[in-house]
């Protein structure tokens, strides 16, 4: 990549949706951190920030960065939406402030905890299966089978169509990013997938004792309307699965590439929690969102103006030497906290507890069974516009 330096402002025609870079963003995460605070992406005139800090101080002024005219590559105050928007991911404040707070409350960590002997059952027949099984695919029979049984049991969905979740995830993440090869290709079925999530999100459809019903309860109460309560249920079915997927499975990567760091992880257990975070830094299932400016604002000396779209890289944040040592290294035993894979401010992720829950109850069965991983076979990405993450780990364990 070149950065051409002989203007105002870092300028690159780097295209950071291209399977190129998709495939390897970490060089050019790089190129871009060294190029400036902020860089002008010349081939789709937009702002790029790729260091710790400015990212960082990015979404936590919600005022200059907003999320109300989407936070995806498209201007939503230009060109109508794919879907109407979220009324929390895609809100500002005081829509966003009211949205928020009815999730905050149904996914606080001390509201979540109550499904943990839950996961962690499921999370133990699941690993007991596949390590009888010996080989399997990580991504289709755990990153994917797990968070495909759980999350929707705890949500409270019926069984049938369950199918259409992985789709429509990938529509919502590829629709971040350009009308590119990837979002056309995760398009091609949405009518149905759209329908059957739609209609997932009702009142009548969800569980008595779910996750989903619990946003309704609102609604008795005078918090949400009708209408808003299913869009909350189906920002749930949304951000819900993929995210987890591809994070599940980029930890089996990252254990299975680096076998050393599963051996400090089960000689000790209560680093479980920590290597987590740790895989959530090195390699971010979230690469990216967008922001669009309110107003005129200053970054390190370069001047963006009044509505311009800012594409924060919070996976290139997550490895900046500014703020991490050797931060190319997966080391579980490093203090991750303050990683940007969550991001951070009034947008910080409202599900990160349910993240956790599953990330601790898989891992926490396969060290208790689990002495090694091993690829089997070349793993093959599945590309994304917005997410990182694995089509097929072919693995071989060793059980304890
Ligand atoms: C964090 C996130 C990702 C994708 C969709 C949504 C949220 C939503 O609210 O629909």
């Given at each position: ?22 495939g ?11 190029a ?24 936590t002024d ?8 989407g936070v ?12 109407p ?52 695919d ?36 590829n ?25 997932k999100?009702s ?39 993929d ?7 980029n ?22 929690r ?29 001047r ?12 290139a ?62 793993p ?21």
């Amino acid at each position: 990549m070149s950065i051409d330096m002989t203007v105002d402002r870092p300028v690159s025609t780097i295209d950071p949706f291209s399977h190129g870079f998709l495939g390897d963003p970490y060089p050019h995460h790089e190129a871009m951190r060294e190029a400036g605070p902020v860089v002008w992406l010349e081939p789709y005139g937009i702002w790029a920030m790729a260091r710790h800090q400015e990212v960082r101080d990015a979404l936590t002024d919600w005022e200059t960065y907003c999320s109300g005219a989407g936070v995806g590559l498209s201007d939503f105050r230009k060109e109508p939406p794919w879907r109407p928007p979220s009324i929390i991911l895609e809100a500002d404040p005081p829509l966003h402030t009211r949205t928020r707070a009815v999730l905050t409350r149904i996914l606080s960590p001390a509201a979540i905890n109550v499904l943990r002997e839950t996961f962690a059952r499921e999370a133990d027949a699941l690993i007991d299966r596949l390590v009888e099984q010996r080989e399997f695919d990580g991504v289709a029979d755990l990153a994917e089978a797990y968070p495909l049984k759980v999350f929707p049991d705890a949500v409270g969905i019926s069984e049938q169509g369950r199918e259409n979740l992985m789709p429509y995830g990938t529509m919502v993440f590829n629709s971040f990013g350009p009308r590119n090869d990837l979002f056309d290709k995760a398009m091609a079925n949405a009518g149905p997938v759209r329908e059957w999530i739609m209609s997932k999100c009702s009142r009548a459809a969800l569980a008595p004792d779910g996750l989903g019903i619990k946003i309704f309860h609102a609604v008795d109460a005078g918090e949400l309307s009708e209408d808003e309560a299913g869009m909350l249920v189906r920002s749930f079915l949304s951000a819900g699965i993929d995210t987890t997927v591809y994070g599940l499975g980029n930890a089996l990567y990252c254990f299975a590439s680096n076998p050393e760091q599963w051996t400090v992880l089960r000689e000790n257990p209560n680093l479980v929690r920590g290597s987590f975070e740790e895989v959530l830094r090195f390699e971010s299932p979230v690469q990216t969102f967008f922001r669009t400016t309110t107003k005129p604002v200053d970054v390190g000396g370069v001047r963006i103006g009044d509505g311009e779209k800012v594409l924060l890289f919070l996976a290139a944040a997550n490895r900046d030497p500014r703020r991490w040592e050797r931060p190319d290294t997966f080391d579980v035993r490093r203090r991750a906290a303050g990683h940007m894979t969550f991001g951070t401010g009034i947008h910080g992720c409202v599900g990160q507890a349910v993240a956790r829950l599953e990330s601790e109850a898989i891992f926490g069965a396969l060290a208790k069974r689990v002495v090694s991983f091993e690829l089997t076979g070349q793993p093959e990405r599945r590309l994304n516009n917005t997410l990182r993450g694995f089509d097929t780990l072919p693995l071989r364990i060793k059980a304890a």
